[in-house]
């Protein structure tokens, strides 16, 4: 019996000390998978520290790259500012100061040598860039009473300020509304003055080449246009506009006088030659036009680079193409393109990289092989394609692919048997109207009728088809039911007969014609085939007209 219940005793504090175990391990277990989850959030904070240390490298590594740059810029701007000072200081001694009333005789002697019966000036643009309407106002009345107190006697001409066609909508909007105030001040002050005012109101953005300058084909001669409807009368120049045959111009008593491309002009005399300061034109302003901040010298910029590290350069194509030829239209199109920040998309892209004749004919051969895109839709251009030859036509067709986010329809859902079983029904004035009334009667029908107009239908693409096919069955029956079925007449075709004036002369060329054609259906890029097939189908034509006649 001791035995026993000392096994017994033993047992159970076997028993309890196993309880004790899995109670420790459950406890255990829970601290460490807590203590897991800690050493995890741990490693994830210490990760993202590390990787804000690496950006904030990384960002100081650039202000340092930034900051090296800004100081090879402001030494350039120190010694630019020095040679600017240099030159400016040559400038006063030479040309003194017109509002200082203490300049010597001398200097005022040689200022007056300056006669001039018409003075323009086109200023102000870039001024207005940095300040007001109101500042611009203040400098051209300044020049204006300069210049007649030096120049008395003489007629200004002051032109209106110009408009700029930025890339950046609110730079050219905000330049706009100054321009327009400043144009009507000075418009005001040329009144006062007893001045006269030059509108340049006709300028778009095709008259530029970069928004800023005019262009050399369309640009300029607008420009000189505006501009002698004001000086012509002043210089005794009849306009085109007036009678010349009761008007006539004496040219040749003024040897100053010449004619270019039906533009009157006068020459414009050196300004550094004393000779011909006693010249009747003197135009001054923004012809040459000088933007601020640039350098007088080119080439110091030459070993600095002033573009950052991460500027992504414009990934350039090489274009290649078979006609060599340039014309004028080409040199348009261009200057478009670049006034309205317009892209061309053409051979530079795969598909077309060897830049392939597009139209064959008789008098030549060219490449056309161009679409023009906006520059916000340039990067969704992927491929151009252009076609083969068709012996059919002198042109071939190209093609541009663009990505695009678009739907794609399952035709499938369409049954082709539903398109055959489709009829044409004719009324019949005298039967059709009993028997629809008769159909209509039937309880079938009419409940066929409530039914379609009691349903609701979803309003998506599939209740749309539900409800047409049901609206199409019932119709269908009711003018099968009412209506004659219409059934198409085959008629039999006839052969033309031959034309009086065709002989074995005319069908033996056809026959050659065809054969080049199909040559040239074979080999598309051959010109000789096309040469050929062109001058025997203008000799087939030629032959036809006079077998009619």
């Known amino acids: 019996m001791n035995t026993e219940s000392e096994n ?33 959030m741990m490693v994830e904070k210490l990760i993202l520290q590390a990787k804000e240390q690496e950006e904030i490298r990384n ?23 020095i040679e600017i000072a240099r030159a400016t ?14 300049y010597d005789n001398e200097q005022s002697e040689k200022l007056r040598k300056l006669k001039a019966d018409n003075i323009g000036f086109q200023v102000g643009s870039n001024d207005l860039e940095d300040s007001t309407p109101e500042d611009v106002d203040k400098n ?20 209106a300020i110009l408009p700029r066609f930025y890339r950046n909508a609110h730079s050219s909007k905000t330049y706009e509304s100054k321009r327009t105030k400043c144009n009507n001040i000075l418009s ?39 501009l002698k409807h004001v000086v012509n009368p002043l210089l005794g120049v009849i306009n085109d506009q007036q009678n010349f045959e009761n008007h006539q111009f004496p ?26 300061h006693q010249s009747d034109t003197y135009i001054t302003g923004d012809k040459l036009d000088y933007i601020k901040d640039d350098s007088l010298d080119i080439n110091d910029f030459a070993q600095t680079n002033l573009l950052p590290d991460e500027y992504r350069i414009d990934n350039c194509f090489n274009i290649y193409s078979c006609d060599k030829v340039v014309n004028g239209q080409g040199i348009n199109l261009l200057d478009l393109s670049t ?71 399952n035709f499938d859902i369409f049954e082709n048997s539903n398109w055959s079983s489709y009829k ?70 006839k052969p033309k007969n031959k034309q009086p004036w065709s002989d074995n002369a005319i069908t033996d060329l056809k026959h050659q014609i065809n054969a080049i054609g199909r040559n040239i259906k074979a080999n598309p890029f051959d010109k000789t085939y096309k040469t050929r097939y062109f001058n025997l189908l203008k000799t087939f034509k030629k032959m036809i007209k006079q077998k009619k006649s």
């Open 8 to 40: 017994q005793h033993v047992l159970y504090a076997f028993h309890s000390l196993e309880n004790n175990l899995i109670d420790c391990h459950l406890q255990y277990s829970e601290k460490i998978d807590h203590l897991a989850t800690l050493i995890i």
């Open 59 to 81: 960002k100081n590594m650039e202000l340092s790259k930034i900051n090296k740059r800004l100081a090879n810029i402001e030494e350039h701007v120190n010694k630019n500012s």
């Open 89 to 102: 200081s040559t400038i006063e001694k030479s040309v003194p100061d017109i509002r200082n009333p203490a």
């Open 424 to 493: 044409s029904f004719k009324w019949d004035s005298q039967k059709s109207k009993l028997k629809l009334l008769d159909h209509l009667s039937d309880e079938t029908v009419l409940n066929n009728i409530l039914n379609f107009e009691m349903q609701t239908f979803s309003n998506d693409q599939r209740g749309v088809d539900d409800e047409t096919n049901k609206l199409t069955t019932i119709l269908c029956n009711l003018a099968e039911n009412s209506c004659v079925i219409k059934r198409k007449n085959f008629k039999k075709s």
């Open 251 to 276: 040219r040749q008593r003024n040897q100053q006088f010449r004619r270019e491309n039906g533009n009157h002009f006068y020459k414009r005399p050196n300004r550094y030659d004393e000779e011909n």
């Open 339 to 409: 006034s309205s920040s317009l892209c061309i998309s053409n051979g530079r892209y795969s598909g077309d990289i060897m830049g392939h004749f597009t139209c064959m004919t008789s008098n030549g051969s060219s490449v056309v092989d161009y679409h023009i895109v906006s520059e916000s839709l340039l990067s969704s251009v992927e491929y151009f394609k252009t076609h083969e030859f068709n012996y059919l036509s002198d042109h071939v067709k190209i093609e541009i692919f663009l990505k695009c986010m678009q739907r794609e329809y």
């Open 188 to 226: 005001d002050l040329c009144n006062e003055y007893s001045l006269k005012f030059v509108k340049h109101e006709n300028f778009v953005p095709f008259h530029f080449t970069d928004g800023i300058h005019l262009n050399h084909n369309d640009g300029i001669p607008l420009y000189v246009r505006n």
């Open 140 to 159: 051209m009345k300044r020049l204006i009473l300069n210049t007649q107190r030096l120049v008395p006697g003489s007629n200004i001409i002051i032109n």
